[in-house]
């Protein structure tokens, strides 16, 4: 690989800190949920993040001679479902944990696409727009959970302020 322009290794620096962090934090929430699909797919997330890891590092390294690919989430999802925890949490924690983790999603995807229109690099811009796209799957997985409990509440607006809306624009 080439070396690298400084902001693609900065923010990929300031990245792997965050993952760091977030990691352990899925670790902890999935020991401390009872939801059998929550803690599914906070182990998702969790081999997600670790396989973000392993790509940035494998884009930082300067041996790399190769084009570097993020995994798809179903590829990274079988080895996920093979690491089974027998762990069961309290459902008190659920929805905390699951509004929690919604939003560590969404700051995530986030991050991920803000810093792929600041990268130089095409194969460090591609990766991150790749993981953005895989948080944001995460995000909506965590949204139906959320839906399905009746944890959020979406004010909609009225016809008329619609259509007052369209009109002013239109």
């Known amino acids: 690989m080439a070396i690298l322009p400084a902001?693609?290794?900065g923010?990929?620096?300031?990245?792997?800190?965050?993952?760091?962090?977030?990691?352990?934090?899925?670790?902890?929430?999935e020991h401390n949920v009872s939801n059998p699909k929550l803690k599914e797919i906070?182990?998702?997330?969790?081999?997600?993040?670790?396989?973000?890891?392993?790509?940035?590092?494998?884009?930082?390294n300067p041996n790399?001679?190769?084009y570097v690919e993020v995994p798809d989430i179903e590829t990274i999802k079988q080895t996920s479902n093979q690491a089974q925890t027998n762990a069961s949490g309290n459902s008190s924690n659920d929805k905390w944990i699951t509004l929690e983790a919604h939003n560590a999603a969404k700051n995530m995807a986030n991050q991920n696409y803000v810093s792929a229109l600041l990268m130089k690099n095409q194969n460090v811009r591609n990766a991150h727009v790749k993981m953005a796209q895989q948080q944001l799957k995460m995000q909506e997985k965590?949204?139906?959970?959320?839906?399905?409990?009746?944890?959020?509440?979406?004010p909609q607006a009225t016809a008329e302020e619609q259509k007052k809306t369209y009109q002013k624009f239109a």
């Open 7 to 9: 902001i693609d290794l």
């Open 11 to 29: 923010l990929m620096a300031e990245h792997l800190t965050a993952h760091q962090g977030a990691i352990q934090k899925l670790h902890v929430y």
């Open 42 to 60: 906070i182990r998702l997330q969790k081999n997600v993040m670790k396989t973000h890891v392993k790509v940035m590092l494998a884009l930082i």
């Open 64 to 66: 790399t001679d190769y």
């Open 142 to 154: 965590y949204e139906k959970i959320i839906k399905q409990n009746g944890w959020i509440y979406t």
